[in-house]
């Protein structure tokens, strides 16, 4: 009797707050993880500049990306959790490996440039804010993220980067700091002004290719590969079809919400930018530092100092990601033995492939290459890969031999092919704005 007295209902366990947070972290992961890489500090650019540049005007893009963005990552973390293989390990049994190698290849020149802009925007922000040498805070950012990849064990590594998730919440707060005209914003969102004009055009294709990018589909169909190789009982759904259904709504609640921390980050930069910078006048934001420095003498220093902090945060998620989504897909290009549960003894090739990318990333700051059009070729090599990478994802998961009992539900297939179709004209877009 007193053992019972001593216990909860179940009912009060499940009312109860705090375990039901307890029990979605439990459930957040690599959807959560891979949504917020998206806010990595190139993207932060681009939404500074869409915010600086159009005021409230592109804010509804993000709204119509969300489900686009869930649909395809859901798709990449289904192919993973099914196969048991990452998307690199699946398309080489579908395709020719001659075009995974050129994909792949292009995946990791993009990644590395985007990895390198991405440390160099890290250290620009933390010398606007304490002063210093850029150089050595280069060096500095990209030596830890290779040290906690190659020696960190996989589950304390993970934890580290769920909580890295927090640093998005700076940009929420920049926006409350700014006063951001909600009404107004909400008016935006359902009632959009498109602008016909190429400046406009170009925003919304590199907001697209920032949302929308191959590196994700990687990143998050491996992870899934990697919690199946952590979970005690844990196996690919084509061996453990009972396991299914559970995994299934895990994967689509750690995605929509993931996706949906991305995009709201994503508004709040875009907003906040509008409100504190162009409706000051300053429309020409280049880099996420610069939108840093633009916002001290207009919203004032908390709201520099808390955006600035906030790429740094951002950054130390997205690096990793980038460099292990190359790593990924490389390996298993090449059969290596990839996975950063694995010692680096048993995955030697996997974690140099890590090293490296992070290496070049970090001399390339120390080069005369202007990361402006660094990035920009980097958002080129990146529409080039995203949208036959997508159309075969999609090939692919629809086959009862790859996804065995699992392929795509009608629903998700047909908001999958819609994702498609939109990076396909984006891309068109893209191409269609060169030299204007």
Excluded at 101 to 130: E, F, P, Q, W, Y
Aim: charged content about 15%; aromatic content about 8%.
């Amino acid at each position: 009797m007193s053992a019972r007295r001593g216990r909860k209902p179940q009912s009060a366990v499940a009312a109860d707050p705090a375990a039901k947070a307890r029990r979605l972290l439990r459930v957040l992961g690599p959807g959560l993880i891979t949504g917020a890489s998206d806010d990595d500090p190139s993207g932060i650019a681009t939404y500074s500049q869409a915010g600086a540049q159009f005021g409230y005007d592109t804010g509804w893009l993000l709204l119509f990306s969300w489900p686009l963005m869930c649909a395809i990552q859901e798709i990449s973390a289904r192919i993973g959790r099914v196969t048991g293989r990452g998307l690199a390990g699946n398309l080489s049994r579908a395709y020719p490996k001659g075009v995974l190698i050129v994909i792949v290849a292009l995946l990791v020149v993009a990644n590395t440039i985007n990895l390198g802009a991405d440390l160099g925007a890290m250290a620009a922000a933390l010398k606007l804010v304490i002063g210093g040498p850029q150089l050595v805070y280069v060096a500095a950012f990209g030596a830890v993220c290779a040290l906690l990849q190659v020696f960190v064990q996989y589950a304390r590594y993970v934890f580290f980067l769920k909580w890295l998730t927090l640093a998005l919440l700076a940009y929420v707060a920049v926006a409350v700091i700014v006063h951001v005209p909600w009404r107004t914003v909400g008016l935006s969102l359902v009632l959009p002004h498109v602008r016909w004009s190429t400046d406009y055009l170009t925003v919304i294709v590199a907001i697209l290719g920032t949302t929308i990018s191959p590196y994700l589909f990687f990143w998050q169909a491996e992870e899934e590969v990697e919690e199946v190789e952590e979970k005690p009982g844990a196996e690919p759904l084509v061996k453990a079809p009972r396991q299914a259904e559970a995994e299934f709504r895990r994967i689509r609640i750690d995605t929509y919400i993931g996706m949906a921390l991305s995009n709201a980050v994503a508004l709040a930069i875009t907003v906040s930018c509008a409100a504190a910078l162009a409706a000051h006048g300053v429309t020409d934001i280049q880099t996420s530092a610069q939108a840093a420095e633009a916002l001290r003498p207009i919203a004032g220093p908390a709201a520099f100092v808390v955006f600035a902090l906030g790429i740094v945060g951002t950054g130390m998620l997205a690096v990793p990601v980038l460099a292990g989504s190359a790593a990924y897909a490389m390996g298993e290009a090449l059969g290596w033995r990839v996975g950063l549960r694995r010692p680096f003894r048993r995955a030697r090739e996997f974690y140099i492939a890590i090293t490296a990318a992070t290496l070049i990333g970090v001399i390339l700051n120390l080069t005369p290459l202007d990361p402006i059009k660094a990035l920009f070729w980097s958002a080129v090599i990146n529409g080039v890969v995203a949208v036959p990478v997508m159309v075969m994802m999609m090939l692919l998961a629809s086959r009862s031999a790859i996804m065995g009992k699992f392929p795509l539900p009608a629903p998700l297939k047909a908001v999958g092919w819609l994702s498609t179709a939109v990076m396909g004209v984006a891309v068109i877009g893209m191409f269609a704005t060169f030299g204007r």
